[in-house]
C-alpha cells in the first residue's frame, strides 16, 4: 500500500510529464498528418459552417495515447517489480484503451482510403469493439480483479449479479466508447468533457489512496490540457475515432477497475445523454416520421439554435462538471 505522499508525487510527476509529452507528439505529428493529407472528411449532412473544418488534419489521437503510455506505463514497470501496488487493472485498463484506439484507426483509415466520411460498417466496428470488451472483462474476471456485485451505498443499495455482471460490462463498455465518440463532433468538446471526467477519477483516486487510479486520471488531465492547445476551436487536428475510441475505453476501465461502474455512468452521463439523444431521434424518425431535435447527436442541436461552439463545451463541460463533482461526493459516503 502506498502512502499518501507518495500517491501525491505520482500525480505531480504523471499530470505534467503527459501534457509536456502530449505538446511535443502534437507538434512533431500534425506537420506528418498535413503532409501526407491525413485530413477530415466533412460529413455532407452536417452543419453547412463545418465544410471549413475539410481537410483538418485527423487521427491526433495519436499523440496523447503515446504521451499517456509513456507516461504510465514505467509507473506499471516499477511497481509490478516490487510489487508494492498491484497494477494488473491499470495495465489491462490501458489494454482496454489501447484496443479501442485500434478499432478507430482502422476506421479512420478506412476512411481516407474512401476519401468520405465513411470507414467501418457500424455492425464491423460493434463486433472488433465487442472483442476487445470481452477480453478486457475475461482479462479483469480471469485475475480476481473484476467484483459482480453492483452496488450503490449512498441508497444501501447491493445486487450481485453473478455471471451476468459480465455481460453489464461488456455492454456498459461499448456504450461508453460509442457515446464518447458521437460527442467527438465539435472543437475540444471530447477532450474538455474527458478532462473533467478524469478530474473526477483522480479525487475518487485520492479519497480511496488508489494510486493506479490517481496516476491514470492525472495522465488523462495533462493529455487533455495537451491536446486542447490543438484542439480547441479553432481546431489544428482532430482526435479522430483513434483517440475517442481511447478515451472511452479508457474512462469506462478505471470507473471499472475501482469497483464503481454506477459512478462512472454519473462522472459519463454527458457523453451518455449525447449518444441516447441520437438514438431518440432515430426511434422518434422510424416510429412517428418526426425529428425531435433539429440535428442528433444534441450538441449539434445546440449548433443549429445558433450557439457557438466555444458556448457549447463551456455548457457541456459544466454539466458535466456538476455530476462528476455529484459523483465524487457519493463515493465518500
Not at 489521437?61 to 516490487?82: D, E, Q
Not at 465487442?130 to 444501501?156: D, P
Request: proline share 3%; charged share 10%; with cysteine.
Amino acid at each position: 500500500m502506498m502512502s499518501y505522499n507518495q500517491i501525491v508525487l505520482l500525480f505531480l510527476s504523471a499530470l505534467p510529464a503527459a501534457l509536456l509529452l502530449t505538446v511535443i507528439a502534437c507538434r512533431c505529428i500534425i506537420p506528418i498528418l498535413r503532409k501526407c493529407h491525413i485530413g477530415q472528411n466533412i460529413y455532407t449532412e452536417g452543419p453547412a459552417w463545418h465544410a471549413s473544418k475539410q481537410g483538418t488534419p485527423t487521427m491526433g489521437g495519436i499523440c496523447f495515447i503515446l504521451a499517456m503510455l509513456v507516461s504510465v506505463l514505467p509507473f506499471v514497470a516499477l511497481y509490478a517489480r516490487s510489487a508494492q501496488v498491484d497494477v494488473v487493472p491499470l495495465a489491462l485498463t490501458l489494454a482496454l484503451g489501447v484496443g479501442n484506439a485500434m478499432v478507430g484507426f482502422v476506421d479512420d483509415f478506412a476512411k481516407l482510403l474512401h476519401k468520405q466520411n465513411k470507414g467501418l460498417s457500424s455492425l464491423q466496428k460493434l463486433l472488433l469493439q465487442t472483442v476487445v470488451a470481452i477480453a478486457y472483462v475475461f482479462g479483469m474476471a480471469a485475475t480476481g480483479h473484476m467484483n459482480t456485485v453492483l452496488s450503490l451505498e449512498v441508497i444501501g443499495f447491493s445486487l450481485d449479479l453473478g455471471v451476468a455482471y459480465y455481460a453489464f460490462a461488456v455492454l456498459l463498455i461499448l456504450a461508453m466508447v460509442n457515446s464518447t465518440n458521437l460527442t467527438d463532433g465539435l472543437d475540444g468538446l471530447a477532450s474538455s468533457v474527458t478532462l473533467v471526467a478524469a478530474m473526477c477519477f483522480s479525487l475518487i483516486g485520492f479519497i480511496a489512496c488508489d494510486a493506479q487510479t490517481v496516476v491514470l486520471g492525472a495522465a488523462l488531465i495533462g493529455a487533455m490540457i495537451g491536446f486542447l492547445f490543438f484542439n480547441y476551436h479553432p481546431a489544428k487536428v482532430f482526435m479522430g475515432d483513434t483517440g475517442s475510441l481511447y478515451l472511452g475505453g479508457i474512462l469506462v476501465g478505471m470507473g471499472l477497475a475501482i469497483d464503481r461502474p454506477i459512478l462512472t455512468v454519473l462522472i459519463s452521463l454527458v457523453f451518455i445523454l449525447d449518444m441516447l439523444s441520437s438514438l431518440i431521434q432515430i426511434i422518434s424518425y422510424k416510429l412517428r416520421k418526426k425529428r425531435v431535435f433539429l440535428m442528433a447527436p444534441v450538441h449539434h442541436h445546440f449548433e443549429k439554435k445558433g450557439w457557438s461552439e466555444e458556448k457549447i463545451v463551456y455548457v457541456f463541460s459544466g454539466t458535466a462538471l456538476f455530476f462528476g463533482v455529484l459523483a465524487v461526493i457519493i463515493s465518500t459516503l
